[in-house]
T-cell receptor
Framework: SQTIHQWPATLVQPVGSPLSLECTVEGTSNPNLYWYRQAAGRGLQLLFY??????ISSEVPQNLSASRPQDRQFILSSKKLLLSDSGFYLCAWSGFDEQYFGPGTRLTVT | DQQVKQNSPSLSVQEGRISILNCDYT??????FLWYKKYPAEGPTFLIS?????DKNEDGRFTVFLNKSAKHLSLHIVPSQPGDSAVYFC??????????????FGTGTLLAVQP
């Protein structure tokens, strides 16, 4: 069966510091991968998606970036965090229609 | 532009009664709709879906109804249980739009089932 991992589970970072969140998927190959953010009181906002290694599409302009160095690895990064980057970050994969989410990372930028 | 809308941010229901969560969409290209359930500090879990060729899909206590002419769908939970208390997200996608399977999510409805 497929499983999706995210780490770390929680993170507190100062403004201006770098960020790296990692997501890995097991039990499937060539999945579509997604990064979402849920800000306080808001819905799920799609940030990036990837249909293959090295292929990244950005949905919203922001100070974040994503990379897919391996088939089942998806990384969310920032060079300098802003206060507005605080939120709950979710990685997801899809095989066909449904998307399956990881446990999420709670990021607090102070 | 919010293409998927959940206009009720919260809903409170007594245990054993029916919970009805509503969702509206604006994009006529959407042809597949999903409901996700989310507990605090966890990722959303897939609950039930419906294709635009159907108007109803049932799975145990959960039923999703789709009214294409009104661009409206609803999730019915019968009977409601305290463990159903969570945030419910509606999502939509256009499966004929390519290989990306991008989902557009609503803002969620917080369901509280009172014992």
């Amino acid at each position: 069966s497929q499983t999706i991992h995210q780490w770390p589970a929680t993170l507190v970072q100062p403004v201006g510091s770098p960020l790296s969140l990692e997501c890995t998927v097991e039990g499937t190959s060539n999945p579509n991968l997604y990064w979402y953010r849920q800000a306080a009181g808001r819905g799920l906002q799609l940030l990036f998606y990837s249909v293959g290694i090295g292929q990244i599409s950005s949905e919203v302009p922001q100070n974040l970036s994503a990379s897919r160095p391996q088939d089942r690895q998806f990384i969310l990064s920032s060079k300098k965090l802003l206060l507005s980057d605080s939120g709950f970050y979710l990685c997801a994969w899809s095989g066909f229609d449904e998307q399956y989410f990881g446990p999420g990372t709670r990021l607090t930028v102070t | 532009d919010q293409q998927v809308k959940q206009n009720s941010p919260s809903l409170s229901v007594q245990e054993g009664r029916i919970s009805i969560l509503n969702c509206d969409y604006t994009n006529s290209m959407f042809d597949y709709f999903l409901w996700y359930k989310k507990y605090p500090a966890e990722g959303p879990t897939f609950l039930i879906s419906i294709s635009s060729i159907k108007d109803k899909n049932e799975d145990g206590r959960f039923t999703v109804f789709l009214n294409k002419s009104a661009k409206h769908l609803s999730l019915h939970i019968v009977p409601s249980q305290p463990g159903d208390s969570a945030v419910y997200f509606c999502a939509a996608t256009g499966r004929n739009g390519g290989a990306t399977n991008k989902l557009i999510f609503g803002t969620g409805t917080l369901l509280a089932v009172q014992p």
